[in-house]
């Protein structure tokens, strides 16, 4: 179960991040395609339609096939070394940090680890510590996945020497306030709702038929993630938004571009030229996304901590028996 369990606690703190950045790493790569489609629709000034003649992208398969033809299957995994990095720092920072207060929520506070309120305040605040250290290589990972052909950046040391020289190095944390208003509740409601539909489960499900336990988690773990995102999405669409600011030359064979003073200029801005439709503008991938991320770190992170557990109780096992 994640988060702390006094009744059947196996998995260390060295071990929780262990599992962390594993379930990072794995998913990374299974969800590396939408992400890249979800990037380059937020980033679209122009309505995704088709009615549009000036909208790059229309559709989700529209997309798929448009960025396959002029950049390659590899496109799909651009900015893939600096998302590896982010996922891996993301999950062990987050898992290491939750693991810990939700021990430290049962021992000091009146309510038990399992609680609603303790994993939503526990995830809000895992996941913003999670997030002020990895930030740097989200701001990476956004613009390799946002630029074209001719691209700008050749490497990562090249990005990180280019964005230092030109532009200074706050540049790393662009988008960091909207990030962390929505870093919060998005984890919160993510951990506090597979908490509560991993007790629904227990309480629908008998005794004898939990045997799919890691279907289970995975089940939970994606509707958990569906809700989360769709009740925090603007924020996300405006943290991508700001990261790619002085950016704007590599975007220009995309369609248009603005430039934005902040916060909230980016929500005047888009609210003014685009509507509120413009807020969840690449909604649908982003969607798909965290239904198969989501579900994905949580059912390699259970599944890491239950190896982990097995290995451990068959190391004990045998040296009793020596």
Same mark, same amino acid.
């Given at each position: ?18 599992a962390g950045s594993a ?58 070394v600096p998302a590896q ?67 700008? =950046?050749?490497? @990562? ?7 230092? !020289?030109? *532009? /200074? %190095?706050?540049? #790393?944390?662009? $988008? &960091? ?82 430039? =934005?003073?902040? @916060? ?7 609210? !003014?030229? *685009? /509507? %509120?439709?413009? #807020?969840?503008? $690449? &909604? ?39």
């Open positions: 179960m994640v988060g702390y369990d006094p009744e059947a606690r196996c998995v260390s703190t060295a071990e929780a991040a262990a379930s990072g790493f794995v998913t990374r790569v299974l969800v590396s395609p939408l992400d890249v489609i979800k990037i380059r629709f937020q980033l679209q000034i122009e309505q995704l339609s088709s009615r549009n003649p000036g909208a790059k992208y229309h559709g989700i398969s529209q997309a798929v096939w448009r960025i396959f033809q002029e950049e390659g299957l590899v496109a799909f995994w651009k900015g893939h990095l982010l996922s891996v720092g993301y999950g062990a920072v987050q898992f290491t940090v939750f693991e810990s207060l939700t021990k430290l929520a049962h021992n000091v506070t009146p309510y038990g680890a399992r609680h609603s309120l303790v994993h939503f305040v526990c995830g809000g605040l895992a996941a913003c510590a999670a997030t002020a250290a990895v930030q740097p290589v989200d701001t990476l990972r956004t613009r390799f996945a946002a630029q074209g052909e001719p691209k700008v =950046y050749h490497s @990562l040391r090249h990005a990180v020497v280019t964005m230092y !020289q030109t *532009e /200074g %190095p706050w540049t #790393f944390y662009r $988008g &960091l306030t909207p990030t962390i208003i929505a870093i919060f509740p998005y984890a919160g409601f993510q951990f506090s709702f597979y908490n509560i539909l991993q007790q629904f489960s227990e309480w629908m499900i008998p005794a004898e038929g939990k045997k799919g336990g890691n279907v289970k988690n995975l089940v939970c773990g994606s509707c958990a993630g569906i809700i989360s995102k769709t009740l925090t999405y603007p924020f996300d669409l405006f943290k991508k938004r700001l990261q790619v600011g002085g950016f704007e030359h590599a975007r220009a064979a995309f369609g248009q571009v603005r430039i =934005y003073r902040g @916060l909230l200029d980016c929500m005047r801005q888009i609210m !003014q030229e *685009e /509507g %509120p439709g413009g #807020f969840f503008k $690449g &909604l649908s991938p982003s969607l798909l996304k965290a239904a198969f991320s989501t579900g994905l770190v949580f059912f390699w992170y259970e599944l890491f901590c239950s190896l982990l557990c097995a290995l451990k109780t068959t190391d004990s096992t045998m040296r009793k028996e020596s």
